[in-house]
């Protein structure tokens, strides 16, 4: 269950052609998870195919290249960099990109989010490379140089870069912005309120919105029950 791939059973190869071809498109997509899991290479293969045609729906496309993710494919980022033109692929991209982000990818990343009119995401573009220290003094150079505005960094963001504990990107932090504080006990503050919200007997939770929430904003990090 641990393993991200497995050798495929005896018989699979007749078994995939027929979830890859099923005419009911979960199925298809459920067969090319598994197929990939099973480290079939011309599933891996169809599953790229699928993800840059133009010819596949949007939720294809997405669900393809969100498969690739998750088993680590080869070549997925080249193709979520592809798709970052679309603005509809753009945070299943970024998802994926941040994968395997490095310090060129962060400044393709940064290349191509400079153009796009929309600030929220811009800043789903910069949240993506302050998962690592090294790709996130790309952008805090960015900021230095007025490649990218101060104001696209929201005080989350600037506590992401606390949590990273690195004295270097402090040091541009400050050059930045000037002397940052902690925000520790405005943290412990807004966990208590929304903590208070949510064991509340008089608020019934909404289980659908949370998962569309999750999906917009914590998934492009975050993964739950191999979605």
């Given at each position: 269950?641990?393993?991200?791939?497995?050798?495929?059973?005896?018989?699979?190869?007749?078994?995939?052609?027929?979830?890859?071809?099923?005419?009911?498109?979960?199925?298809?997509?459920?067969?090319?998870?598994?197929?990939?899991?099973?480290?079939?290479?011309?599933?891996?293969?169809?599953?790229?195919?699928?993800?840059?045609?133009?010819?596949?729906?949007?939720?294809?496309?997405?669900?393809?290249?969100?498969?690739?993710?998750?088993?680590?494919?080869?070549?997925?980022?080249?193709?979520?960099?592809?798709?970052?033109?679309?603005?509809?692929?753009?945070?299943?991209?970024?998802?994926?990109?941040?994968?395997?982000?490095?310090?060129?990818?962060?400044?393709r990343v940064i290349e191509?989010?400079?153009?796009?009119?929309?600030?929220?995401?811009?800043?789903?573009?910069?949240?993506?490379?302050?998962?690592?220290?090294?790709?996130?003094?790309?952008?805090?150079k960015s900021l230095e140089?007025?490649?990218?505005?101060?104001?696209?960094?929201?005080?989350?963001?600037?506590q992401q870069i606390q949590?990273?504990?690195?004295?270097?990107?402090?040091?541009?932090?400050?050059?930045?912005?000037?002397?940052?504080?902690?925000?520790?006990?405005?943290?412990?503050?807004?966990?208590?309120?929304?903590?208070?919200?949510?064991?509340?007997?008089?608020?019934?939770?909404?289980?659908?919105?949370?998962?569309?929430?999750?999906?917009?904003?914590?998934?492009?990090?975050?993964?739950?029950?191999?979605?």
């Open positions: 269950e641990s393993k991200r791939t497995m050798a495929a059973p005896v018989g699979w190869t007749d078994l995939s052609g027929r979830f890859l071809n099923h005419s009911d498109q979960n199925v298809r997509l459920r067969g090319a998870q598994l197929a990939s899991k099973l480290n079939d290479r011309d599933a891996i293969d169809q599953l790229r195919a699928k993800a840059v045609s133009e010819s596949s729906s949007e939720s294809e496309r997405i669900a393809s290249l969100n498969i690739l993710k998750q088993v680590r494919a080869p070549g997925a980022s080249e193709i979520a960099f592809g798709m970052l033109a679309n603005q509809a692929f753009r945070p299943a991209a970024l998802s994926t990109i941040a994968d395997t982000m490095d310090v060129d990818h962060a400044k191509i989010a400079t153009t796009w009119p929309e600030s929220a995401e811009r800043r789903l573009a910069w949240v993506t490379l302050l998962r690592r220290a090294s790709t996130a003094e790309v952008l805090l140089s007025k490649k990218v505005a101060s104001k696209e960094l929201t005080a989350e963001m600037v949590r990273l504990n690195s004295p270097p990107l402090m040091a541009l932090v400050e050059q930045v912005w000037g002397n940052v504080r902690t925000v520790d006990e405005d943290k412990k503050k807004a966990v208590a309120k929304i903590r208070s919200i949510v064991e509340s007997q008089a608020n019934i939770p909404d289980v659908q919105m949370g998962k569309q929430v999750f999906s917009r904003l914590c998934g492009q990090c975050h993964v739950l029950f191999g979605e």
